[in-house]
Protein backbone atom coordinates (compact mmCIF):
# COMPACT_ATOMS: atom_id res chain seq x y z
CA UNK A 1 0.00 0.00 0.00
CA UNK A 2 1.25 3.56 -0.35
CA UNK A 3 1.52 5.95 2.43
CA UNK A 4 -1.47 8.35 2.64
CA UNK A 5 -1.86 10.92 0.54
CA UNK A 6 -2.83 13.86 3.17
CA UNK A 7 0.20 14.84 5.22
CA UNK A 8 1.71 17.64 6.52
CA UNK A 9 3.58 16.17 9.27
CA UNK A 10 4.96 13.90 6.62
CA UNK A 11 8.28 15.81 7.20
CA UNK A 12 7.83 16.24 10.90
CA UNK A 13 9.65 13.73 12.87
CA UNK A 14 6.85 13.24 16.10
CA UNK A 15 8.02 11.47 18.94
CA UNK A 16 4.86 10.28 21.23
CA UNK A 17 6.16 10.73 24.17
CA UNK A 18 3.39 8.64 26.31
CA UNK A 19 4.62 5.24 24.00
CA UNK A 20 8.67 6.17 25.17
CA UNK A 21 8.18 4.20 28.08
CA UNK A 22 7.66 1.03 26.01
CA UNK A 23 10.24 2.06 23.68
CA UNK A 24 13.51 1.92 26.09
CA UNK A 25 11.64 -0.79 28.08
CA UNK A 26 13.86 -3.86 26.64
CA UNK A 27 11.79 -6.44 27.02
CA UNK A 28 8.61 -4.41 25.19
CA UNK A 29 7.40 -6.00 22.10
CA UNK A 30 7.87 -1.96 20.45
CA UNK A 31 11.71 -2.28 21.30
CA UNK A 32 12.06 -6.19 20.39
CA UNK A 33 10.46 -5.90 16.52
CA UNK A 34 12.51 -2.33 16.55
CA UNK A 35 15.48 -4.46 16.48
CA UNK A 36 13.81 -7.35 14.20
CA UNK A 37 13.26 -3.99 11.47
CA UNK A 38 16.87 -2.64 12.30
CA UNK A 39 15.39 0.49 13.53
CA UNK A 40 15.62 3.10 16.56
CA UNK A 41 12.88 2.29 19.06
CA UNK A 42 12.15 6.03 18.96
CA UNK A 43 11.29 5.24 14.88
CA UNK A 44 9.53 2.12 15.43
CA UNK A 45 7.06 4.48 17.55
CA UNK A 46 6.29 6.79 14.76
CA UNK A 47 3.40 5.77 13.19
CA UNK A 48 4.49 7.18 8.91
CA UNK A 49 6.91 4.87 9.93
CA UNK A 50 5.03 1.97 10.50
CA UNK A 51 2.30 2.83 7.32
CA UNK A 52 5.43 2.92 5.01
CA UNK A 53 6.95 -0.45 6.48
CA UNK A 54 4.00 -2.32 6.29
CA UNK A 55 4.73 -5.91 4.91
CA UNK A 56 2.76 -6.68 1.94
CA UNK A 57 4.85 -9.69 0.05
CA UNK A 58 5.52 -13.21 1.42
CA UNK A 59 9.01 -12.64 1.04
CA UNK A 60 9.07 -9.77 3.68
CA UNK A 61 6.90 -11.56 5.78
CA UNK A 62 9.34 -14.49 5.95
CA UNK A 63 12.15 -12.03 7.03
CA UNK A 64 10.37 -12.07 9.97
CA UNK A 65 8.30 -15.32 10.81
CA UNK A 66 8.35 -18.79 8.95
CA UNK A 67 5.55 -19.12 6.93
CA UNK A 68 3.45 -22.37 6.80
CA UNK A 69 2.95 -23.25 2.98
CA UNK A 70 -0.68 -21.83 2.91
CA UNK A 71 0.48 -18.62 3.20
CA UNK A 72 3.70 -18.66 1.69
CA UNK A 73 1.15 -19.43 -1.61
CA UNK A 74 -1.28 -17.28 -0.28
CA UNK A 75 0.75 -14.37 -0.56
CA UNK A 76 1.28 -15.49 -4.06
CA UNK A 77 -1.68 -16.19 -5.07
CA UNK A 78 -3.96 -13.78 -3.75
CA UNK A 79 -2.47 -10.20 -3.99
CA UNK A 80 -4.19 -9.64 -7.31
CA UNK A 81 -7.54 -10.59 -5.52
CA UNK A 82 -6.99 -8.56 -1.76
CA UNK A 83 -3.75 -6.84 -0.94
CA UNK A 84 -2.35 -8.02 2.13
CA UNK A 85 -0.69 -5.44 4.05
CA UNK A 86 0.58 -5.73 7.83
CA UNK A 87 2.19 -3.43 10.15
CA UNK A 88 5.53 -3.84 11.71
CA UNK A 89 3.87 -3.62 15.06
CA UNK A 90 1.06 -5.76 14.12
CA UNK A 91 4.01 -9.05 12.50
CA UNK A 92 5.33 -8.50 16.09
CA UNK A 93 2.42 -9.91 17.51
CA UNK A 94 2.96 -13.22 15.23
CA UNK A 95 6.69 -13.40 15.94
CA UNK A 96 5.64 -13.16 20.17
CA UNK A 97 3.81 -16.46 19.71
CA UNK A 98 6.27 -18.26 17.13
CA UNK A 99 5.11 -21.76 18.49
CA UNK A 100 1.09 -21.36 18.19
CA UNK A 101 0.18 -23.19 15.64
CA UNK A 102 -3.20 -21.96 15.69
CA UNK A 103 -2.19 -18.59 16.38
CA UNK A 104 -5.51 -16.12 15.75
CA UNK A 105 -3.08 -13.07 14.89
CA UNK A 106 -1.96 -14.98 12.13
CA UNK A 107 -5.18 -16.01 10.52
CA UNK A 108 -6.65 -12.35 10.72
CA UNK A 109 -3.77 -11.40 8.99
CA UNK A 110 -2.15 -13.29 6.70
CA UNK A 111 -3.54 -14.20 3.57
CA UNK A 112 -3.89 -18.05 2.90
CA UNK A 113 -4.82 -20.14 -0.04
CA UNK A 114 -8.02 -21.32 1.40
CA UNK A 115 -9.35 -17.96 0.25
CA UNK A 116 -9.32 -18.94 -2.80
CA UNK A 117 -12.27 -21.86 -1.99
CA UNK A 118 -14.91 -20.24 -1.17
CA UNK A 119 -17.98 -21.11 -3.19
CA UNK A 120 -20.60 -18.79 -0.79
CA UNK A 121 -19.45 -15.18 -0.27
CA UNK A 122 -20.02 -11.61 -2.33
CA UNK A 123 -18.75 -8.88 -2.79
CA UNK A 124 -20.83 -6.43 -1.21
CA UNK A 125 -22.86 -8.16 1.75
CA UNK A 126 -24.32 -5.48 3.25
CA UNK A 127 -25.60 -3.77 -0.48
CA UNK A 128 -23.69 -0.94 1.09
CA UNK A 129 -23.91 0.67 -2.72
CA UNK A 130 -27.41 0.64 -3.44
CA UNK A 131 -27.56 2.59 0.44
CA UNK A 132 -25.26 5.00 -0.13
CA UNK A 133 -27.51 8.17 -1.24
CA UNK A 134 -24.21 9.82 -2.14
CA UNK A 135 -20.58 8.33 -2.48
CA UNK A 136 -19.42 6.66 0.41
CA UNK A 137 -22.40 7.88 2.67
CA UNK A 138 -23.92 4.44 3.77
CA UNK A 139 -27.58 5.36 5.24
CA UNK A 140 -29.38 2.47 6.72
CA UNK A 141 -31.67 4.67 9.50
CA UNK A 142 -32.75 7.60 9.99
CA UNK A 143 -30.93 9.15 12.66
CA UNK A 144 -27.54 8.22 12.01
CA UNK A 145 -24.92 7.45 8.72
CA UNK A 146 -22.13 5.64 8.27
CA UNK A 147 -19.27 7.89 6.20
CA UNK A 148 -16.52 5.95 4.56
CA UNK A 149 -13.82 8.42 4.32
CA UNK A 150 -10.82 6.18 4.53
CA UNK A 151 -9.48 3.58 2.08
CA UNK A 152 -6.29 2.46 3.24
CA UNK A 153 -5.82 0.45 6.66
CA UNK A 154 -2.46 -0.20 8.99
CA UNK A 155 -3.13 -4.00 8.53
CA UNK A 156 -5.69 -5.66 6.27
CA UNK A 157 -7.94 -7.72 7.60
CA UNK A 158 -8.71 -10.89 6.08
CA UNK A 159 -12.31 -11.15 6.61
CA UNK A 160 -12.79 -7.32 5.67
CA UNK A 161 -16.21 -6.99 3.98
CA UNK A 162 -15.29 -3.60 2.93
CA UNK A 163 -12.85 -5.68 0.48
CA UNK A 164 -14.69 -4.19 -2.71
CA UNK A 165 -12.82 -0.81 -1.68
CA UNK A 166 -9.84 -2.38 -2.48
CA UNK A 167 -10.06 -2.18 -6.03
CA UNK A 168 -10.19 1.31 -6.78
CA UNK A 169 -7.69 4.36 -5.89
CA UNK A 170 -7.91 7.18 -4.76
CA UNK A 171 -10.67 7.48 -2.08
CA UNK A 172 -8.79 7.76 1.06
CA UNK A 173 -10.06 11.24 2.78
CA UNK A 174 -10.65 12.23 -0.86
CA UNK A 175 -11.76 15.91 -0.46
CA UNK A 176 -14.98 15.94 -3.37
CA UNK A 177 -16.55 12.44 -1.66
CA UNK A 178 -15.91 14.66 1.43
CA UNK A 179 -17.55 17.68 0.33
CA UNK A 180 -20.43 15.70 -1.23
CA UNK A 181 -20.94 13.44 2.18
CA UNK A 182 -21.01 16.89 4.51
CA UNK A 183 -23.48 18.73 1.84
CA UNK A 184 -25.59 15.42 2.36
CA UNK A 185 -25.71 15.36 6.14
CA UNK A 186 -25.76 19.27 6.35
CA UNK A 187 -29.12 19.14 4.22
CA UNK A 188 -30.34 16.47 6.44
CA UNK A 189 -32.20 17.35 9.57
CA UNK A 190 -32.79 14.17 10.88
CA UNK A 191 -29.04 12.93 10.81
CA UNK A 192 -27.89 13.44 14.76
CA UNK A 193 -25.48 11.41 14.27
CA UNK A 194 -22.32 10.86 12.15
CA UNK A 195 -19.86 7.65 12.04
CA UNK A 196 -16.60 8.60 10.46
CA UNK A 197 -14.89 5.30 8.90
CA UNK A 198 -13.52 3.18 5.91
CA UNK A 199 -11.18 2.13 5.92
CA UNK A 200 -9.80 3.35 8.81
CA UNK A 201 -10.87 6.86 9.75
CA UNK A 202 -7.21 7.40 11.77
CA UNK A 203 -4.75 6.75 8.90
CA UNK A 204 -5.01 10.53 8.45
CA UNK A 205 -2.81 13.69 9.67
CA UNK A 206 -3.79 14.88 12.54
CA UNK A 207 -4.93 18.08 10.26
CA UNK A 208 -6.62 16.28 7.97
CA UNK A 209 -8.73 14.40 10.58
CA UNK A 210 -9.29 17.94 12.83
CA UNK A 211 -10.43 19.05 9.18
CA UNK A 212 -12.91 17.05 8.87
CA UNK A 213 -14.53 17.18 12.76
CA UNK A 214 -14.61 21.09 12.18
CA UNK A 215 -16.92 20.64 9.28
CA UNK A 216 -18.99 18.35 10.43
CA UNK A 217 -19.18 20.19 14.52
CA UNK A 218 -20.40 23.34 12.11
CA UNK A 219 -23.65 21.18 11.32
CA UNK A 220 -26.06 22.11 14.11
CA UNK A 221 -28.11 19.15 13.97
CA UNK A 222 -25.18 16.78 14.63
CA UNK A 223 -25.43 16.07 18.14
CA UNK A 224 -22.57 12.94 18.01
CA UNK A 225 -19.65 11.79 16.05
CA UNK A 226 -18.05 8.57 16.30
CA UNK A 227 -14.89 7.42 14.92
CA UNK A 228 -14.50 3.33 13.57
CA UNK A 229 -10.53 2.78 13.83
CA UNK A 230 -9.12 -0.30 14.43
CA UNK A 231 -5.65 2.02 14.80
CA UNK A 232 -5.75 0.81 18.72
CA UNK A 233 -5.13 -2.61 17.60
CA UNK A 234 -3.06 -2.65 14.25
CA UNK A 235 -1.34 0.70 15.09
CA UNK A 236 -1.35 1.86 18.16
CA UNK A 237 1.26 4.69 17.82
CA UNK A 238 -1.52 6.56 15.65
CA UNK A 239 -3.35 7.34 19.04
CA UNK A 240 -1.41 10.09 20.92
CA UNK A 241 -2.31 11.95 23.18
CA UNK A 242 -2.01 14.50 21.08
CA UNK A 243 -4.28 13.37 18.73
CA UNK A 244 -6.95 12.84 21.24
CA UNK A 245 -6.92 16.27 22.58
CA UNK A 246 -7.90 17.43 19.15
CA UNK A 247 -10.81 15.02 18.86
CA UNK A 248 -11.80 15.80 22.37
CA UNK A 249 -12.10 19.63 21.41
CA UNK A 250 -14.72 18.25 19.45
CA UNK A 251 -17.01 16.63 22.47
CA UNK A 252 -18.88 14.24 22.30
CA UNK A 253 -17.11 11.85 20.39
CA UNK A 254 -17.18 8.43 20.73
CA UNK A 255 -14.57 5.94 19.64
CA UNK A 256 -15.01 2.44 18.30
CA UNK A 257 -12.00 0.24 17.78
CA UNK A 258 -12.15 -3.67 17.09
CA UNK A 259 -10.03 -6.20 18.90
CA UNK A 260 -10.94 -9.56 18.21
CA UNK A 261 -9.12 -11.06 20.88
CA UNK A 262 -7.16 -11.14 24.16
CA UNK A 263 -3.46 -11.95 22.62
CA UNK A 264 -4.09 -7.85 20.67
CA UNK A 265 -4.21 -6.60 23.98
CA UNK A 266 -0.81 -5.13 24.53
CA UNK A 267 0.76 -2.66 26.48
CA UNK A 268 1.28 -0.12 23.55
CA UNK A 269 -2.93 -1.32 23.01
CA UNK A 270 -3.40 -0.31 26.37
CA UNK A 271 -1.59 3.16 26.24
CA UNK A 272 -3.45 3.93 22.89
CA UNK A 273 -6.66 3.21 24.60
CA UNK A 274 -5.77 4.91 27.78
CA UNK A 275 -4.80 8.45 25.71
CA UNK A 276 -8.32 7.86 24.88
CA UNK A 277 -10.74 7.68 27.60
CA UNK A 278 -8.33 10.09 29.30
CA UNK A 279 -9.17 12.89 27.10
CA UNK A 280 -12.85 12.11 28.13
CA UNK A 281 -13.90 9.63 24.25
CA UNK A 282 -15.58 6.72 25.22
CA UNK A 283 -13.97 3.45 23.85
CA UNK A 284 -16.55 0.83 22.46
CA UNK A 285 -14.95 -2.19 20.74
CA UNK A 286 -16.85 -3.89 17.94
CA UNK A 287 -15.30 -7.35 17.37
CA UNK A 288 -16.38 -10.11 14.72
CA UNK A 289 -16.81 -13.53 15.62
CA UNK A 290 -13.82 -15.58 13.77
CA UNK A 291 -12.70 -19.36 13.65
CA UNK A 292 -10.10 -20.10 15.81
CA UNK A 293 -9.91 -16.34 16.51
CA UNK A 294 -12.78 -15.86 19.42
CA UNK A 295 -15.03 -18.66 18.82
CA UNK A 296 -14.91 -20.25 22.13
CA UNK A 297 -16.38 -19.36 24.98
CA UNK A 298 -13.32 -19.46 26.75
CA UNK A 299 -11.36 -17.01 24.05
CA UNK A 300 -14.29 -14.66 23.94
CA UNK A 301 -14.27 -14.74 27.60
CA UNK A 302 -10.85 -13.51 27.89
CA UNK A 303 -11.23 -10.94 24.85
CA UNK A 304 -13.83 -9.05 27.25
CA UNK A 305 -12.68 -9.52 30.26
CA UNK A 306 -8.97 -8.01 28.82
CA UNK A 307 -11.37 -4.98 27.21
CA UNK A 308 -12.65 -4.03 30.55
CA UNK A 309 -8.84 -3.86 31.96
CA UNK A 310 -8.30 -1.43 28.80
CA UNK A 311 -11.18 0.19 29.68
CA UNK A 312 -12.31 -0.61 26.25
CA UNK A 313 -16.43 -1.31 26.26
CA UNK A 314 -17.20 -4.16 24.81
CA UNK A 315 -20.17 -3.18 22.28
CA UNK A 316 -21.05 -5.20 19.38
CA UNK A 317 -19.57 -8.99 18.34
CA UNK A 318 -20.68 -9.32 14.88
CA UNK A 319 -21.72 -12.29 13.11
CA UNK A 320 -18.87 -12.66 10.31
CA UNK A 321 -20.48 -11.66 6.60
CA UNK A 322 -20.22 -13.69 3.66
CA UNK A 323 -17.47 -12.28 2.11
CA UNK A 324 -15.71 -13.45 -0.52
CA UNK A 325 -12.78 -15.39 0.67
CA UNK A 326 -13.58 -16.15 4.20
CA UNK A 327 -15.38 -19.32 4.71
CA UNK A 328 -12.76 -20.93 6.56
CA UNK A 329 -13.83 -17.96 9.40
CA UNK A 330 -16.90 -18.49 9.35
CA UNK A 331 -19.09 -19.68 12.61
CA UNK A 332 -22.06 -20.47 12.27
CA UNK A 333 -24.83 -18.27 14.39
CA UNK A 334 -26.03 -20.90 16.10
CA UNK A 335 -22.59 -21.46 17.45
CA UNK A 336 -22.18 -17.90 17.93
CA UNK A 337 -24.95 -17.88 20.00
CA UNK A 338 -23.61 -20.09 22.56
CA UNK A 339 -20.54 -18.53 23.12
CA UNK A 340 -22.23 -15.42 24.10
CA UNK A 341 -24.71 -16.94 26.20
CA UNK A 342 -21.68 -18.88 28.19
CA UNK A 343 -20.83 -15.79 28.86
CA UNK A 344 -24.05 -14.20 31.07
CA UNK A 345 -23.31 -15.08 34.91
CA UNK A 346 -19.74 -15.37 34.05
CA UNK A 347 -18.65 -11.74 33.78
CA UNK A 348 -19.57 -8.44 34.82
CA UNK A 349 -22.53 -7.13 32.85
CA UNK A 350 -20.61 -4.31 31.14
CA UNK A 351 -18.40 -6.90 30.17
CA UNK A 352 -21.09 -8.81 27.90
CA UNK A 353 -20.97 -7.41 24.04
CA UNK A 354 -24.57 -7.82 22.08
CA UNK A 355 -24.25 -10.08 19.31
CA UNK A 356 -25.63 -8.85 15.74
CA UNK A 357 -25.96 -10.10 13.12
CA UNK A 358 -26.31 -7.19 10.34
CA UNK A 359 -28.36 -7.08 7.05
CA UNK A 360 -29.09 -4.46 4.41
CA UNK A 361 -31.97 -3.38 6.53
CA UNK A 362 -29.91 -2.85 9.97
CA UNK A 363 -28.62 -4.47 12.70
CA UNK A 364 -30.11 -7.53 14.50
CA UNK A 365 -29.37 -8.61 17.59
CA UNK A 366 -29.37 -12.68 17.90
CA UNK A 367 -29.44 -13.87 21.45
CA UNK A 368 -30.24 -17.37 23.47
CA UNK A 369 -34.37 -16.89 23.60
CA UNK A 370 -34.61 -16.48 28.25
CA UNK A 371 -38.54 -16.01 27.22
CA UNK A 372 -40.24 -19.45 27.10
CA UNK A 373 -43.97 -18.09 27.16
CA UNK A 374 -46.34 -17.44 29.14
CA UNK A 375 -49.38 -19.36 31.67
CA UNK A 376 -52.34 -17.47 31.64
CA UNK A 377 -50.88 -14.05 32.86
CA UNK A 378 -47.51 -15.82 34.07
CA UNK A 379 -44.30 -15.14 32.01
CA UNK A 380 -42.64 -18.20 31.87
CA UNK A 381 -38.50 -17.79 31.52
CA UNK A 382 -35.36 -19.53 31.86
CA UNK A 383 -32.64 -18.69 34.55
CA UNK A 384 -29.25 -18.07 33.53
CA UNK A 385 -28.70 -21.24 35.35
CA UNK A 386 -31.00 -23.32 33.08
CA UNK A 387 -33.89 -23.59 35.52
CA UNK A 388 -37.80 -22.56 34.52
CA UNK A 389 -39.20 -18.76 36.34
CA UNK A 390 -41.93 -17.93 36.35
CA UNK A 391 -42.63 -14.60 37.27
CA UNK A 392 -46.36 -12.87 37.16
CA UNK A 393 -46.84 -10.31 34.84
CA UNK A 394 -49.01 -7.11 34.55
CA UNK A 395 -51.47 -6.49 32.13
C1 LIG B 1 -23.68 -0.11 12.14
C2 LIG B 1 -24.23 1.01 11.44
C3 LIG B 1 -24.66 2.13 12.13
C4 LIG B 1 -24.55 2.29 13.63
O1 LIG B 1 -25.34 1.41 14.33
P1 LIG B 1 -25.42 1.53 15.93
O2 LIG B 1 -26.27 0.36 16.31
O3 LIG B 1 -26.04 2.85 16.24
O4 LIG B 1 -24.03 1.42 16.46
C5 LIG B 1 -25.20 3.16 11.40
N1 LIG B 1 -25.32 3.10 10.06
C6 LIG B 1 -24.91 2.03 9.38
C7 LIG B 1 -25.05 2.01 7.92
C8 LIG B 1 -24.34 0.94 10.04
O5 LIG B 1 -23.92 -0.11 9.35
S1 LIG C 1 -9.33 -2.33 9.73
FE1 LIG C 1 -11.54 -2.52 9.29
S2 LIG C 1 -11.79 -1.64 7.23
FE2 LIG C 1 -9.60 -2.06 7.52
S3 LIG C 1 -9.27 -4.11 6.66
FE3 LIG C 1 -9.66 -4.37 8.86
S4 LIG C 1 -11.88 -4.74 9.02
FE4 LIG C 1 -11.49 -3.84 6.96
Redesign the pocket.
Known amino acids: MSEPIDSNEQSSFYIPEEFLSLAEDPNSLTSQMAARFNVEPKTFINWRWQMKHQVTEGAQAAAVLSLKEQEAQGFEQLNHLFNAGITPYYMGLMVARLGDDECPIRLQALPRVEELKDSLGVADP ?1 SEVA ?1 SPVREV ?4 PD ?3 FCVAQLCPVYCRYCYRKRRDEEAGLHFNRAIIDRGIEYIASNPAIR ?1 V ?1 ITGGDSFVASDAAIEGLLQRIRAIPHVEIIRFGTRTPVTLPYRVTDRLAKILAKYHPVYVNTHFNCAEEITPEAAQAVANLVNNGIPVGNQAVMLKGVNDSPERMMALCRSLLKIRARPY ?1 VFHAHSVQGTEHLRVSIRRGIEVMKSLRGNISGMGIPAFIL ?1 TPSG ?1 IPVQHNYVLGHDGSDLILETIRGEIWREPDVF
Open positions: LHVQVYRVADLYDK
